[in-house]
């Protein structure tokens, strides 16, 4: 995920929180001793709460063999782990439901979460899959990013939603505009909260299960929740007969899951919906519209030949490979293949962006051009490849004393830009001398057992909050550009600011 858009997303004020009953619930879950009578007291203090989980143990969706009475019976019953889950789904469902009051789009998102919880809890059930609560729970949480980017980019992520018609192009146009998408800040947010794995993991697998990195059982767990938002999307989408055809092939690719099996578990959601829309109180899809859905889908699955949705599943393949390949291209040419830092053509249109959020919010920005002195010495005297190890140690020593939010770039030769956002000129004058006198502290040893050191010579300019607006980014880069020059002429290692502030 960029810098700037984690910066954004932790200092958002209204993100997706966790309720205080989830936290205490969440606390509870990782004490190693606690006992249903710990649960039972917390659950008590919310009666609402309580109610539910009683409510949902008496339920056929549980099929329990005798009735719960009171609380502490369906704790016993349903089990701790079952019974804490269940108090999180609830709490955390009605957190995102309130989220999701804002539009259309972001009501859907809400009605695709409990569909796919549902749908993860049966094909637990029938692959003998272990913490079906759990899977409901992460299946539940896998558009949480969504309500998060949603919430952060308000100005600019609903147009995102709206230009989506599938749920796989809504992540391929994220991708494209914010180059992440809401499984990677669904899992940041999560871990922020300090979910467990693999509900940590299950955002970001939710879109390509094989693709990250996990233990076999992991595998399987995250594979269900990949595969019940798929199945949620027969619901909540318009494009039933190619989702139906590319999920009976992701079904059986990741799961093993044959047409046979598929349908018997589309038949088995939609018998349990109408009991979901009771227990969470919101209405998901009607009667008619499920079994539409249904009989599509019936229709689909029933093919004795499958080559139909084996196409389409390959087809869902090479477009999610493409999509892949393009996004590694794109990311080794925003490199520099020897420092790993960001290079000139990345930095172009960063910048861009960055004076124009600046100008927007009326936040500081501030530029600094750094130069390696006498860096032709240290090849002539040393040899290309202590010079590579001097450039690379550089970059290394920049990244290292900067935030996650600025941005650090090889320019080109043994040039680097250093980019602080929400900087004013004063602070950035200490953060620029601290990181002339880290470069300057490294020692290197040449092949032949020579010491010596490096030093940098730096400009910066500073674009402030106060009135003009002829600035632009080409303006902001050839004053650093000059001041570097007044650096070089002063003697060298050293910081110097351009003349006079520029400011909007």
């Known amino acids: 995920m960029r810098a700037d858009l984690r910066e954004t997303l932790a200092y958002c004020t209204n993100l997706p929180s966790l309720p205080s009953v989830a936290i205490r619930v969440l606390e509870i879950g990782r004490q190693p001793d606690v006992s249903p009578d710990d649960l039972v007291e917390l659950l008590g203090q919310d009666p ?11 339920s056929p969706l549980y099929a329990l063999q005798n009735r719960c009475r009171n609380l502490q019976q369906a704790v016993l019953a349903l089990g701790l782990n079952a ?5 999180l789904s609830f709490s955390l469902g009605d957190s995102m439901r309130q989220a999701g009051e804002h539009s259309e789009a972001i009501d859907r998102v809400w009605r695709r979460a409990l569909i796919a919880g549902t749908a993860a809890r049966i094909l637990a059930q029938m692959l003998r899959v272990p913490r079906r609560e759990e899977l409901f729970l992460a299946a539940m949480l896998q558009d949480l990013g969504v309500l998060a980017l949603n919430a952060a980019l308000p100005d600019t992520y609903p147009s995102l939603i709206a230009r989506a ?33 693999p509900l940590v993991m299950a955002p970001t697998a939710a879109h390509e ?31 039933r007969e190619m989702d139906t055809a590319v999920v009976a092939g992701f079904a059986r690719q990741w799961l093993g899951v044959e047409a046979d099996m598929l349908r ?50 390959e087809q869902q393949r090479r ?14 040419a925003t490199r520099d293949a020897l420092t790993g830092l960001h290079n000139r053509l990345f930095f172009d249109e960063h910048l861009e962006r960055e004076i124009a959020v600046a100008a927007q919010e009326g936040q500081p920005l501030v530029l600094g051009f ?39 770039v090889r320019y080109g030769g043994e040039e680097f830009i250093v980019l602080l956002p ?31 050191r490096v030093t940098a010579s730096i400009g910066i300019a500073a674009f402030m909050d106060e009135g003009h607006t002829e600035i632009t980014q080409f303006d902001l880069v050839r004053r650093a550009d000059r001041a570097l020059y007044t650096a070089k002429q002063c003697g060298r290692n050293r910081v110097e600011c351009a003349d006079a502030r520029v400011t909007i």
């Open 165 to 197: 018609a599938t749920h796989d192009d809504l992540v391929l146009i994220e991708r494209e505009a914010l180059a992440t998408d809401h499984g990677e800040v669904g899992t940041w947010l999560m871990e922020r909260w300090g979910f467990p794995e």
């Open 83 to 87: 019974t804490l889950t269940l108090a």
């Open 422 to 452: 929400c900087t004013r000129l004063a602070t950035a004058q200490g953060i620029f001398e601290r990181l002339r006198r880290a470069i300057a502290a490294v020692e290197y040893t040449s092949p032949d057992n020579a010491v010596f």
């Open 48 to 58: 609402a709460l309580a109610t539910r989980v009683l409510r949902v143990s008496n």
């Open 370 to 408: 750094l130069d390696l002195d006498h860096f032709k010495e240290v090849n002539d005297a040393y040899g290309h490849d202590t010079g590579d190890v001097v450039l690379t140690t550089v970059g290394q020593t920049l990244r290292r004393h900067t935030r996650d939010s600025d941005l650090v």
């Open 264 to 313: 018997a578990a589309l038949d088995d959601v939609t018998e349990a919906l109408p009991l979901v829309e009771q227990v969470f109180e919101a209405r998901l899809i009607s009667p008619e519209q499920a079994a539409a859905v249904l009989d599509q889908a019936r229709e689909l699955l029933a093919m004795r030949n499958l080559k139909l949705l084996q196409q389409a599943a």
């Open 209 to 239: 299960p094989q693709s990250v990195t996990a233990l076999e059982e992991q595998r399987q767990f995250l594979s269900v929740v990949a595969i019940s938002g798929r199945l949620a999307d027969l619901f909540v989408s318009s494009r």
């Open 319 to 332: 477009v999610t490979e493409m999509e892949r390949s393009s996004q590694r291209w794109r990311e080794k």
